[in-house]
């Protein structure tokens, strides 16, 4: 049974991830990449994969725990989540001898798990691979749900696969060499998370310091994410709800090109653009910039509208969107290119 709230303070908390097809374990331990052996029994080859912004220090202790373990590494930047180093990780994999009882293990952030989880979906028909998310995005948002993928150009994720990891352990300490931006980045998706399930995670970006937070932050984010995952795995219903602040986000993040913004920052645009509750919408500014996240941004009305209605998730003429009724609870309504256009004033 998972343990209660608290349990995390001082020591691990250790949930299972129940998928239809298959049961993983969610470690959250300060430290745990120092012993990943003690969670997981590896009874293959490992093989390595990060990315040149992630600091050696962490991939030393992989490897010291692995010595036999081959280390793929390409530069980071989401400008590597492509065809040809999936193709090179490949070759490498290839090379390596991998064989389905072997193990891809991934260690970064969200681009390293993306590319690395459709690399072992798609190596020998699908082999194991194990997530170690080092940033905040990634351990709050992209360290389960098994959505993998590679960008085709400016298409993000276009090209990808469903595929459960065999284990995703998630250290807090690792987000202590992660610079601030790229830390309150990820946050964003916590104070979604907050928002639409948890308010007492919404809280805890209201009152203290969010250092001090940080790993009930975590776990309360990650157990929201595990329980929508688990009840909707393949985005039919529930899972959409975790779509908050992204069709405005979205928009936002192709109207600059993927350039000027990160993610986080954009959906927390994507937020206060589409919350209609002002009394929410005043306690979220608050906070946003408490995490000195963006609130607004001088983007052409017009040319967000169209982008929202591109958006991948719109469906035929009208788009879902998610609303906050009070701190979390929401429900997701149709929306048409008028009401889009018009919303934005
Ligand atoms: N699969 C999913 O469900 C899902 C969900 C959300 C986002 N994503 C994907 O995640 C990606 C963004 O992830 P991200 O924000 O983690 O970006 P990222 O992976 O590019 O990491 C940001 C930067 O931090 C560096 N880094 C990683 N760990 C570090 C550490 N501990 N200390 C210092 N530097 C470190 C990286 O090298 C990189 O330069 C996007 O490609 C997005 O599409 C996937
Ligand atoms: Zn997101």
């Avoid at 104070?191 to 001090?212: P, R, T």
């Avoid at 653009?273 to 608050?286: A, H, P, S």
């Amino acid at each position: 049974m998972d343990k209660p709230y608290g349990y995390f303070f001082g020591g691990t908390m250790q949930l299972e991830v129940k998928t239809k097809d298959k049961i993983y374990p969610l470690i959250l331990e300060r430290g745990a990449i120092r012993h990943i052996k003690d969670y997981i029994q590896l009874n293959g080859e490992a093989f390595l994969i990060s990315d040149t912004g992630v600091p050696k220090e962490y991939k030393e202790i992989i490897l010291e725990q692995f010595p036999e373990a081959k280390l793929f590494e390409f530069k980071q930047g989401e400008a590597s989540k492509n065809y040809r180093i999936l193709e090179s990780i490949h070759e490498a994999m290839l090379e390596a001898h991998l064989s389905r009882k072997d193990y891809v293990i991934a260690l970064g952030g969200g681009v390293v798990g993306d590319i690395s989880g459709f690399a072992a979906a798609t190596y020998m028909r699908g082999i194991r691979y194990i997530n170690i998310p080092t940033t905040s995005l990634a351990q709050i948002d992209s360290s389960i749900g098994g959505k993998t993928a590679i960008d085709m150009g400016k298409k993000k994720n276009c090209v990808g696969a469903f595929w459960q990891p065999d284990a995703v352990i998630v250290d807090v300490d690792t987000l202590k060499t992660l610079d601030k931006r790229q830390f309150h980045n990820g946050l964003a998706e916590a104070v979604k998370a907050g928002l639409i399930k948890d308010k007492e995670l919404f809280s805890l970006f209201e009152k203290g310091k969010i250092e001090e937070n940080i790993e009930e932050i975590i776990e309360r984010s990650l157990r929201i994410k595990k329980e929508v995952v688990e009840k909707d795995e393949r985005e039919q219903g529930e899972r959409k709800l975790l779509n908050f602040g992204h069709s405005y986000g979205h928009a936002y993040e192709s109207y600059y090109d993927f350039d000027q913004y990160l993610h986080g920052e954009c959906v927390a645009m994507g937020m206060m653009t589409i919350l209609k509750n002002e009394e929410i919408k005043e306690r979220l500014k608050i906070v946003l910039e408490k995490l000195e996240l963006p609130i607004s941004c001088e983007a052409d009305k017009g040319e967000i509208a169209r982008l929202v209605m591109h958006d991948k998730k719109a469906d035929h003429n009208t788009i879902s969107i998610v609303q906050v009724d009070e701190i979390g609870k929401a429900h997701l309504e149709q929306w048409s290119m008028e009401e889009i256009r018009s919303h934005l004033g």
